[in-house]
């Protein structure tokens, strides 16, 4: 029937098949990255489904959409399934149909995981968020109102797109229903796009479907035709009724006994495939127009679930109106500014936090790689004010909240470019200030900007971007755009973009943003205080420690006092041979070269080793090596790192690959690249990150020194081109067996306490407790499989890894762990305590305070339970020394400045640290850095700190 002008302009509507997709985002999840809040909440399926909604509505725009769900209960199909009795299944070995007994409609399913039934709920709140209609109808599937839908809304006028990728749908394709397939690109599928995919019409769709069935739903169809023989069986005689009815002509044996001897299951499973259209179900067109979504909603559901990405996406909400910035004030209204934050208690103060990052981003957005003549434009003088850039001012903001703006009476807050301010009465003094608090977020980049300007800022700091990590410590990202999307509900509107580079009013919204957080953060750091256990005694005369401190004990006495430190290191840089590194690059260009033709001698093919595709092709296509058991059909065989080591086992040539990665890792990533990174005095300045990692331990980049190898000696030799200035030598303090140690505190094991009180080796005694070996006649391999049993215990080592470290039976690995826990009661205590301790508070605690969150603690998945007991083990141990080394930092950068002694404090790598110390204090450096990293804080056993001196970081001793 055509269509009149009229209707066929009526927008398009779409109907989406909610249930199939959060089936298909959980199932993908899961085999990818798990997901789950600081509180054990899964969001995998929730987080996948949210931004599926949102890309369907960013790509389409729907003015009109509708979520159909499946409801709780029995529908029509169970009845129709009771009258199939039975079953005849095709038996491969047998070559003959077993009669099996039919279990009913969808009877096989598995049970919906319980970690997906959790989130049905959150789901269903997005949809409401999000203000989409959700319909369904009692006795018909989810399947049934969708095709209901698409026949009364076609009816209408309006185009229907099912959103959708199950295949059963494209029955209900026509000239006016398509289905939108969002997994595939927007795939949309008319009736010529059905035909190329499935090879039949949509009208013929029912029929094949009848033929495959479905083990899913337990529809058997015509066992042993399959996906090929029920299209060409369609194609040939058109109708499943046809194909029995003339079941004589099929030749292919298995095909024709098959529809000969299961007419009867056939057709109702023609009857079961097929989505009914008369679900009489009532509707409003008005109720499926599209609409802006809600805000607030959506702003608790996200902060509930801890989706940070999400938060910053939504639109600003109610309470962000639009301020009109003053960056122009008047010498009155700074004063009256700065008086009335000496009132209030507060001065915010901002600048970009990723200056260095965004200023190289803006000054390269010309340059055309393919056309080199053309030379990059220069970056504005704003713009190069604003991200400061090498020899240009750095931009910074001093600015009340909205609140004080208005209370000055002022119709927006200060803006100042730091050059300017400082010139500015009063705004140096402010900054001096002792006793006016500073609200800032990332003090060491504040800090940086202010010490070209000869200005120190003093007074009391509040660092949200420190205060969210000790709140958040496993976010990933502590910006200030994701802290306030994170923390409250006002969002910022202006970002300094590549496109937008020097946007006035980012900074002074960010100081605004930054004075609210302050509040918020500075509450819930003295509020995350989960109960700590008992203080454990410490021997006669020591002091305790103190583990009922409050997060914010954890910032004000280690995290922020440990900002200026790092800042030190950082400008002072640590001093290498580029020399030494570039004959280890040539040398090793050689070695490499030489695995490559080995490589290609042994495969018989020349090809990219660095091409994950070509490699796969002619390891498991070309050689025909086993393919890895996650391989897939469709799928590109993975040679990832795990696949390769398990091949290294029986084949060779997968262990020269492994070496070859290995070799390239160390040139590009070490020996060619930290040459291009000194400075004019042959130095190397990393970037320090306090927020960086979930366990308390530094991290750094640009470039990254805290993963130099150390086990190969390839990467020992690499550390002999980490050397001191000229005329100075390199000091190195590494805290000795420092986790073992604090295993033997928190255990309070009697074997191990005993052994570290006098001096005993540690490993040599779990050799002769766990191994029988008499400590006299120990050989070196002996107490290395000793070591490997002692560290590996630490981090929750199982029998498989263990085997697999020592090259041993699982058998013998089992016994070995057992022995020791039998010996070492106190560690299997502390192991059971800590465990119980954390599946009630879901989080664990270091000696000193800081907390960090488990949630996953619970889970029903194995891997992700595993992993969470481990971390929850290791977390006291490395979470305390990394806590231990950074309150020695913070003692032995105060005491070098207090002595005004000339050596620097140059790298901190884990349990080590690394300074550059002239000659005359040799004597003085040694003797204070070893007594504040033993004596820094006082355990129930002693600590002990290696301090040696050498010509370079790989040869220095003792």
Request: with cysteine.
């Amino acid at each position: 029937m055509a269509k009149t002008q009229e209707s066929t302009s009526k927008p398009p509507i779409y109907l989406l098949d909610s249930m199939a997709f959060i089936f298909r985002a959980y199932h993908a999840m899961q085999r990818q990255r798990p997901m789950s809040t600081r509180t054990g909440i899964p969001t995998a399926a929730t987080y996948v489904f949210v931004n599926m909604i949102n890309k369907l509505r960013k790509d389409f725009q729907p003015q009109y959409l509708a979520a159909v769900y499946d409801l709780a209960g029995p529908v029509f199909r169970d009845a129709q399934a009771k009258g199939m009795k039975d079953v005849k299944k095709f038996n491969i070995k047998t070559q003959q149909f077993d009669t099996i007994e039919y279990a009913g409609y969808k009877a096989t399913r598995t049970e919906t995981p319980p970690d997906l039934i959790q989130q049905q709920p959150y789901i269903r709140r997005a949809l409401e968020a999000f203000r989409i209609p959700i319909l369904s109808f009692e006795g018909f599937e989810a399947d049934d109102v969708i095709g209901t839908l698409s026949c009364q809304l076609s009816a209408l006028g309006h185009k229907v797109f099912v959103v959708s990728s199950d295949k059963d749908m494209m029955q209900l394709v026509n000239a006016d229903v398509s289905i939108l397939n969002p997994t595939k690109d927007n795939l949309i599928l008319d009736s010529r796009g059905v035909e190329e995919i499935l090879g039949v019409p949509p009208e013929r769709v029912i029929d094949v479907m009848a033929l495959r069935g479905d083990s899913v739903d337990n529809i058997p169809g015509a066992p042993g035709i399959g996906d090929k023989g029920s299209i060409e069986l369609i194609q040939q005689f058109g109708t499943v009724e046809a194909a029995l009815d003339r079941a004589e002509e099929v030749k292919k044996k298995t095909y024709r006994e098959s529809l000969q001897n299961n007419r009867d299951n056939i057709l109702l499973s023609k009857e079961l495939v097929t989505i009914h259209t008369g679900v009489p179900i009532e509707f409003s067109l008005d109720d499926m127009k599209t609409q802006a979504p809600d805000n607030a909603a959506c702003r608790e559901l996200f902060a509930e679930l801890e989706f940070t990405t999400l938060l910053k996406e939504l639109a600003p909400s109610v309470d962000n109106t639009e301020i009109v910035y003053n960056t122009k004030p008047t010498d009155a209204e700074l004063s009256s500014l700065l008086a009335e934050a000496r009132k209030t208690g507060g001065l915010a103060i901002s600048i970009p936090p990723d200056a260095r990052a965004l200023s190289e981003e803006v000054a390269d957005t010309t340059t055309d790689p393919e056309s080199p003549e053309v030379e990059p434009e220069p970056a504005a003088p704003q713009t190069m004010s604003l991200f400061g850039i090498p020899d240009a001012p750095t931009t910074a903001v001093a600015a009340p909240i909205q609140d004080l703006a208005c209370k000055l009476g002022l119709s927006a807050s200060p803006f100042l470019a730091l050059e300017a301010a400082l010139d500015r009465e009063g705004v140096r003094e402010a900054l001096e200030d002792e006793t006016l608090p500073k609200q800032l977020h990332d003090l060491k980049a504040v800090l940086r900007a202010l010490e070209p300007h000869n200005v120190t800022l003093r007074g009391p700091v509040t660092d949200v971007m420190l205060e969210s990590y000790l709140v958040n410590p496993t976010h990933g990202s502590h910006t200030l755009i994701d802290i306030a999307a994170r923390t409250t509900s006002r969002a910022l509107t202006h970002q300094i973009t590549k496109a937008n580079p020097s946007d006035p009013n980012r900074l002074p919204e960010a100081a605004a943003a930054v004075q609210r957080l302050a509040t918020a953060l500075t509450s819930q750091l003295t509020e995350a205080n989960p109960e700590p256990a008992e203080p454990i005694a410490p021997p006669p005369g020591k002091t305790p420690l103190n583990p009922a401190s409050t997060l914010h004990d954890v910032y004000r006495h280690m995290d922020l006092p440990l900002v200026p430190v790092l800042l030190h290191m950082e400008q002072a840089g640590v001093r290498i041979d580029p020399a030494v590194l570039r004959d280890m690059s040539a040398r090793l260009a050689v070695d490499i070269d030489t695995l490559a033709e080995k490589i290609y001698t042994d495969s018989g093919h020349r090809f990219n080793i660095n091409s994950p595709k070509q490699l796969g092709e002619v390891l498991f296509n070309q050689m025909g090596l086993p393919k890895p058991m996650k391989y897939g059909k469709g799928k590109v065989v993975s040679t990832a790192q795990d696949v390769l080591e398990e091949l290294a086992q029986n084949h060779p040539i997968a262990a020269l690959v492994i070496e070859h990665r290995q070799l390239q890792k160390l040139k590009s990533t070490y020996l060619d690249s930290l040459p291009t990174l000194v400075d004019a005095e042959g130095r190397i300045h990393t970037t320090f990150n306090q927020v960086g990692t979930a366990t308390g331990r530094l991290s750094s980049t640009n470039p990254n020194l805290q993963n130099i190898p150390t086990r190969t000696a390839l990467g020992r030799e690499i550390r002999a081109a980490f050397i001191a200035a000229p005329g100075n030598v390199l000091m190195s303090a590494d805290y000795s067996q420092i986790e073992l140690r604090l295993m033997a505190h928190f255990s309070q094991d009697p074997l191990l306490l005993n052994a570290y009180r006098t001096n005993q080796d540690i490993h040599t005694l779990t050799a002769a407790e766990v191994f029988g070996v008499d400590a006299g006649t120990m050989d070196k391999e002996t107490r290395a499989r000793a070591k490997a049993v002692n560290f590996g215990i630490v981090y929750g080592i199982s029998p498989f890894g263990l085997a697999a470290q020592l090259n041993i039976d699982q058998k013998i690995a089992k016994t070995y762990i057992e022995t020791y826990f039998d010996r070492y009661k106190g560690v299997r205590t502390f192991i059971d305590k800590t465990l119980e301790t954390v599946r009630t508070d879901q989080a664990v605690r270091t000696a000193f305070g800081r907390v960090r969150p488990i949630p996953d603690i619970g889970s029903r998945n194995p891997n992700m339970r595993g992993f969470a007991e481990r971390t929850a083990v290791n977390t006291p141990l490395q979470g305390t020394a990394a806590d231990l080394i950074k309150l020695a930092m913070i003692a032995l950068d105060r005491e070098i400045t207090r002595r005004e002694l000339k050596s620097k404090m140059t790298l901190q790598v884990h349990d080590e640290l690394l300074f550059d110390v002239v000659p005359e204090e040799v004597e003085e450096m040694q003797a204070l850095v070893k007594d504040e990293m033993e004596n820094v804080a006082e355990f129930s056993i002693p600590i002990v700190a290696d301090v040696g001196v050498g010509d370079n970081w790989r040869d220095i001793k003792g």
